[in-house]
């Protein structure tokens, strides 16, 4: 079967080295591909996903049977629609489902219908009412853009001062465009934060394991929102519980919703979860595999990814619910990035080392931002760069592995977070032990402190 994956990030680079991987797989190129997925064997096309008609020809010509696209831009747009009107089997939502990722209002909507718990919010389309909305609130907010900006739309403020900057720059200054035409101030939450991604076919839907990604562009979670500075897997917090929680509160209603209202989903849904003391929230919905939760999913799943995929596309997923396989040890990707992202920065950055961290065992690097120069050399041409990813008996050998190998890559201007997956190693406080009930007066022996249990004897009564 010859595949076609459409996009060009470190999400598509682990999903076309995965499919490339299946005994089915015929030819599988990627559109348009980056250095990394021509170094796996992959074959790049030159075609970007809005040149419909140059895809459609492309797909005829190389007998194309299978398309999986993978940025939210192209579904959005909707290419799944358009490629399944010329007969060409798609993995990926319609543009009607996708709106549940490129508008936050209609997924705000959403989640209020479906009953979804998600954190307190308004919508405005207007940025003085927003102002005044924003100056009455007593607690930190969030603010959004609409529609789709590259994982930069959302500012988390906290005070009232940053939010109405974040205001400005979205609406007034429409530093995001069409997207922050319309914004949504949600109250802003406390707690962990989590990923989890499901495969959605009709009326099934199968959980993958729960990832945490990291957003914030330097340790310890500061800094201005990226598209994904790293993530690991799995994510200790997901107990089995929580996700049988998640699978009835988040996904089957919103899976519901979205069927009665006649776009029914197919593809991957992704969650993003806050944790917080009153139980689970949504922040949002994406309608496709996260990035870069995709790089530590591929390294850990031992089925088939054709096999998986197709079966969406098919509505058979309900025959491989059962049969899905991951390896137990945990995944951990460092996204090394270009100097001065999330803003300004320069590309054709020469990358050195590439080969030497592939030497290392159970280690991958995922390409993002990479091309060939004229000399065929590796340089850089995005923001996030490469997305270094290992596996490791356990998550503490997965990190140690992963920035072993970050060591060995060189690139001017490289930088990255060093504190990936330190949520899940740094150790819980522990609760002091609840105190014994206090028995009434009446009880109490002389002297007592009026627990429970009587007090130790003192030094001095023992001496006697």
Known sequence: ?????????????ALAWRLKQSPRAGKVFCAPGNAGTARDGILNVPIEHYETDKLQRFCAKEKIEFTVIGPEDPLAAGLADFLRSKRIKVYGPSKEAARIEASKVFAKQLMRHADVPTAEFQIFDHPQPARDYISTRDYPVVVKADGLAAGKGVVVCKTTEEALRAV???MTREEFGKAGRQIVVEKRLEGEELSVLALVSGRTFLPLPACQDHKAVFDGDTGPNTGGMGAYCP?????????????KSVFFPIIHAMKRGRFPFQGTLFAGLILTSQGPRVLEFNCRFGDPETQVLMMRLKTDLLDLLEAVADERLHELEDRVEWDPRPAVCVVMCSGGYPGKYDTGKIISGLAEAEQLPDVK???????????????????????????????????????????LITFAGAHYRTDIADKALKPKPVAPPPEAPKLPAKFRKPGSSGSGNSSPPSSSSTAE
């Open 1 to 13: 079967m010859n595949i076609l994956i459409i996009g060009k990030g470190g999400r598509e680079h």
């Open 235 to 247: 994510a200790p917090v997901a107990t089995p519980e929580l996700m049988k929680d998640l699978e």
């Open 168 to 170: 400005e720059r979205i």
């Open 365 to 407: 690097v995922f390409h993002a931002g990479t091309k060939f120069d004229e000399h065929h050399r590796v340089v850089t041409d995005g923001g996030r760069v490469l997305g270094v990813t290992a596996l490791g008996e356990t998550l503490a050998d997965a990190k140690a592995r992963a920035y072993d190998a970050v060591k």
